[in-house]
């Protein structure tokens, strides 16, 4: 039976055509019927569909008839954006082969040569595709000798449009011809890798599992190598793409396990499961973990939101284990979690789902990365936000992640990209050249440059031709400080941040001006104030609203809008005196934007 089965994925950059190639597939090989099919139809979240994006990986079982023989092709659609490349791995450590696939108008990028990589640390085989050739912008030409220089072997390059349908059958064909079969170990005790999980209110926790060796049933007792937890499996099934349960999987297939489980650390992406009375030895070799660099905090708007907001986040960890939260206090913002995420679009697309899916107003902090400190004590920690900087004066050594970044774009752009990395503190490395018109380049650069805006610069200064991938590097020492906030004399948490020092006067100076912007007009004057330690570096001054007291005066002498005048002083100078100022949420958000 699993010599006719295929596992597969689609790896490419963003909106390189993965969930429009997926739908084609479902259509040809009628996993979907025609009057049920919709765009990106493995994308299931409203967020994913809005943005034309990718957020989730998603499996699906499908059964084609190739030259008089039926084989079942196991495919798994991945995201193609650089916050979610942990999707990508995970996706990768289940099959035996992916299609690399490359837009014909906008050549290989950033994410195409990441993903690449991966799959070639799993020894898979690659199928490279070109899509959108029936476009009038298509440079099918130059983008085959492109890919043939990222590949570095002499490989058939096959050409579609995934929109059209156009070679979709011959590239059906050639995952049949040229990846190979998974291996036959159904004899061995059940070893079966988990490569995501969700949660089911009646079925507990799924396990989304690629069966190495062995078989599973329903009603068996099974044993996590890992986790050491143990329970009766309610259910196994395929993806079609919807649920289906089946009386058992084999080795070489991929499907769900229901494991019953309440509490989903018991299952872990890149756990092993097992039977539990003839448990195999050791586990699988997994992947890397995903490993969150940004942190942000989220406080409810209400005090009394606090329980929904731990719930929510719950649910949502339940299929995302790359998003960690811990609670902790703020004197300002109350109660709330700091969470760390892999990017600034992960940030966003967990803030979206708190507010769409669960109803939640949030504070949001402003993002930071990890840093390590090196006391002079001796004593290292990790902090993961300004507010547990230290003292400087007790600080021997402040430590930051650095990040290896690749940027590809046209050569003519070369000159404005070098301007930006020489402005993020980078050290500049490799330029190679990707055909005629395309440069690869290779810079070092630490990651609170990487996070905030420096990709939306990127693509305003190449009209949105270049892209970029990065990953860590190492930690390095850093000459930074932490720069305070203060909005009418108290401190502003949320907006501290930690900033290289010959960086700080400006960063002070520009949240200053933008908080002024932002801020609505109280009935008193409202200082705003950037600070190191207690040196104050930047001001601004909201003025206060001006209300015409005198305005319905018709006549009479000046000494009665004088009176009135005087009056409103002394209030606006009592209300400066007692007044809070309580900023919303909206400004904080603007903030995070900007």
Known sequence: MNQNIRNFCIIAHIDHGKSTLADRLLELTGTVEKRKMREQYLDSM?????????????????????????????LIDTPGHVDFSYEVSRSLAAVEGAILLVDATKGVQA????????????????????????????????????????????????????KEGLGVEELIGAVINQISAPKKEEE????????????????????????????????EKIFLISSKAQAETIEVGIFKPDLMPVSAL??????????????????RVGDTITHFFSQAKEGLAGYKEPKPMVFASFYPAEDADYDHLKDSLSKLKLNDSSLIS????????????RCGFLGMLHLEIVSERLRREYNLDLVVTTPSVV???IEKSGLEKTIYSPQELPDLSKIQEIKEPWMNLEIVCPNVYLGQIMKLLQSSDGIYKTTEYLGEERVIVKYEAPLREIIVDFYDRLKSITSGYASMSYDLVGWRKGELVKLDILAAGDEVAALSRIVPRHKVLGEGRSMVEKLKKI????????????????????????????????GYLYGGDYSRKKKLLEKQKKGKKKMKAIGKLKIPQKAFLEILKK
């Open 250 to 267: 084999s080795a070489g297939e991929i499907g769900y396990i229901a494991t019953g489980f309440k509490d989903v650390s018991l299952c």
């Open 326 to 337: 811990e609670p902790e206090s703020s004197e300002a913002l109350g109660r709330g979690f």
């Open 111 to 162: 994410q195409t040569l990441s993903s690449l990589y991966l799959a070639r640390e799993q020894k898979l085989e690659i199928i490279p595709a070109i899509n959108k050739i029936d476009l009038p912008g298509a440079r099918v030409a130059e983008v085959e000798k492109e890919i043939r220089g990222i590949l570095k072997e002499d490989k058939k390059i096959y050409h579609i449009s995934a």
């Open 188 to 219: 061995k005790p059940l070893r079966a890798l988990i490569f995501d999980s969700v949660y089911d209110s009646y079925k507990g926790v799924l396990a989304y599992a690629r069966i190495m060796e062995g078989r599973i049933k329903a009603g």
């Open 371 to 373: 840093y390590k400190i």
């Open 46 to 74: 409203d967020l994913e569909r809005e943005r034309g994006i990718t957020i989730k990986l998603q499996p699906v079982r499908m059964e084609y008839e190739f030259k008089g023989v039926k084989y079942i092709l196991n």
């Open 519 to 550: 801020l609505p007009h109280q009935l008193f004057a409202v200082a705003l104030q950037a600070a190191i330690g207690g040196k104050i570096i930047a001001r601004e001054t909201i003025p206060a609203m001006r209300k015409d007291v005198t």
